[in-house]
């Protein structure tokens, strides 16, 4: 078998959202939309890698090159923007053999990385992948590390009344009668992503955290991506907006991205805002909320009083004999 790895010039950049929309392991952040602007706010070249078995499309690897210090590094996401998944995603394997699928897995990654060992060279290598690309032993065959990180998913298909039993006692509670007439929420624009953003920004600042996300990537991420991809939801009090949420989604999942800082309001505004998010959501035929992160302790237990169900999705990293210096190249850019 052989698969041929390019960089995707701009005729075949024309059909990546197609084989975006074809990967069961795909997501919002893999569309061409989303890799430009992410590049654009990281100061990354983009390297848009897709693999071909003759004429058919067999995967799709987006890489984020960063060389500081004369060091190449690489990601899949790119570090700070807070994306949470991208990495490899394949492309037309659903029909296939198990043996024959694994053949063609092995040998896309590994076409992969030797382009990038032949056209980067990098020190240092590190990926987020997708909690539905769950093989990763051709990542492991390639001299990478894959440890497991967290997330939870609410399934939405029971429906609205279903969903809402499931609740924690506290949860229902909090959403069950609807929001307070003195609150409101709603879809927003341009001025609800700078709120939301900017009120996130401030939390991370009053614990001393670091938070790189900038509304102007926010922005050109929503004006990039079709229409109702990127989605903003406010709460106001009396009409004082108090908090919100970003949310990404595609077909079949949304997620729960950026907003949800702590607020002083006298409602549980963050409560009823995820509730307003998965009602829209499942209006639509969407059927999972992706709640992006179970990893921290703090506020696992806010995420949890949902139902939802713990996925797993990998980080995986491989460093070349100058570790140190790589690693150091890294932290620099956070």
Same mark, same amino acid.
């Given at each position: 078998?052989?698969?041929?790895?390019?960089?995707?010039?701009?005729?075949?950049?024309?059909?990546?959202?197609?084989?975006?929309?074809?990967?069961?392991?795909?997501? @919002?952040?893999?569309?061409?939309?989303?890799?430009?602007?992410?590049?654009?706010?990281?100061?990354?070249?983009?390297?848009?890698?897709?693999? !071909?078995?003759?004429?058919?499309?067999?995967?799709?690897?987006?890489? !984020?090159?960063?060389?500081?210090?004369?060091?190449?590094?690489? !990601?899949?996401?790119?570090?700070?923007?807070?994306?949470?998944?991208?990495?490899?995603?394949?492309?037309?394997?659903?029909?296939?053999?198990?043996?024959?699928?694994?053949?063609?897995?092995?040998?896309?990654?590994?076409?992969?990385?030797?382009?990038?060992?032949?056209?980067?060279?990098?020190?240092?290598?590190?990926?987020?992948?997708? @909690?539905?690309?769950?093989? !990763?032993?051709?990542?492991?065959?390639?001299?990478?590390?894959?440890?497991?990180?967290?997330?939870?998913?609410?399934?939405?298909?029971?429906?609205?009344?279903?969903?809402?039993?499931?609740?924690?006692?506290?949860?229902?509670?909090?959403?069950?009668?609807?929001?307070?007439?003195?609150?409101?929420?709603?879809?927003?624009?341009?001025? =609800?992503?700078?709120?939301?953003?900017?009120?996130?920004?401030?939390?991370?600042?009053?614990?001393?955290?670091?938070?790189?996300?900038?509304? =102007?990537?926010?922005?050109?991420?929503?004006?990039?991506?079709?229409?109702?991809?990127?989605? =903003?939801?406010?709460?106001?009090?009396?009409?004082?907006?108090?908090?919100?949420?970003?949310?990404?989604?595609?077909?079949?999942?949304?997620?729960?991205?950026?907003?949800?800082?702590?607020?002083?309001?006298?409602?549980?505004?963050?409560?009823?805002?995820?509730?307003?998010?998965?009602?829209?959501?499942?209006?639509?035929?969407?059927?999972?909320?992706?709640?992006?992160?179970?990893?921290?302790?703090?506020?696992?237990?806010?995420?949890?009083?949902?139902?939802?169900?713990?996925?797993?999705?990998?980080?995986?990293?491989?460093?070349?004999?100058?570790?140190?210096?790589?690693?150091?190249?890294?932290?620099?850019?956070?």
């Amino acid at each position: 078998m052989s698969i041929e790895i390019t960089k995707a010039t701009d005729d075949e950049l024309d059909d990546w959202n197609r084989y975006v929309e074809r990967s069961p392991h795909a997501n @919002p952040f893999h569309r061409l939309g989303s890799l430009e602007t992410m590049a654009d706010h990281a100061n990354a070249d983009l390297h848009p890698l897709i693999g !071909f078995k003759g004429q058919e499309p067999v995967g799709i690897f987006p890489i !984020f090159e960063i060389e500081r210090m004369g060091v190449s590094t690489v !990601f899949s996401p790119p570090p700070d923007l807070l994306v949470p998944y991208l990495g490899p995603a394949l492309c037309n394997v659903e029909k296939l053999k198990q043996r024959k699928r694994e053949r063609r897995h092995e040998k896309f990654i590994d076409g992969c990385f030797e382009w990038l060992d032949r056209a980067c060279d990098p020190r240092y290598v590190h990926l987020n992948t997708d @909690p539905r690309y769950d093989d !990763f032993r051709p990542l492991g065959w390639n001299g990478l590390e894959a440890s497991p990180n967290y997330s939870y998913r609410v399934d939405l298909t029971p429906g609205a009344d279903d969903l809402l039993k499931r609740f924690s006692s506290d949860a229902r509670s909090n959403v069950k009668n609807g929001a307070p007439e003195h609150c409101t929420i709603e879809e927003g624009g341009e001025d =609800a992503i700078r709120r939301i953003v900017t009120q996130v920004s401030r939390r991370y600042d009053a614990q001393d955290e670091y938070y790189a996300v900038t509304p =102007a990537f926010v922005i050109d991420l929503r004006e990039r991506l079709p229409d109702g991809c990127v989605r =903003a939801y406010v709460c106001r009090v009396d009409g004082r907006f108090v908090g919100g949420m970003i949310t990404l989604e595609d077909d079949d999942i949304i997620y729960r991205w950026q907003g949800g800082a702590k607020h002083d309001a006298d409602v549980a505004a963050n409560d009823l805002v995820d509730w307003h998010i998965m009602r829209d959501a499942i209006d639509r035929d969407i059927d999972g909320y992706d709640l992006v992160g179970a990893n921290s302790r703090r506020l696992n237990g806010y995420k949890a009083k949902f139902n939802p169900e713990l996925r797993t999705y990998h980080q995986a990293e491989r460093a070349g004999p100058a570790l140190q210096v790589a690693r150091e190249a890294y932290l620099r850019l956070r």
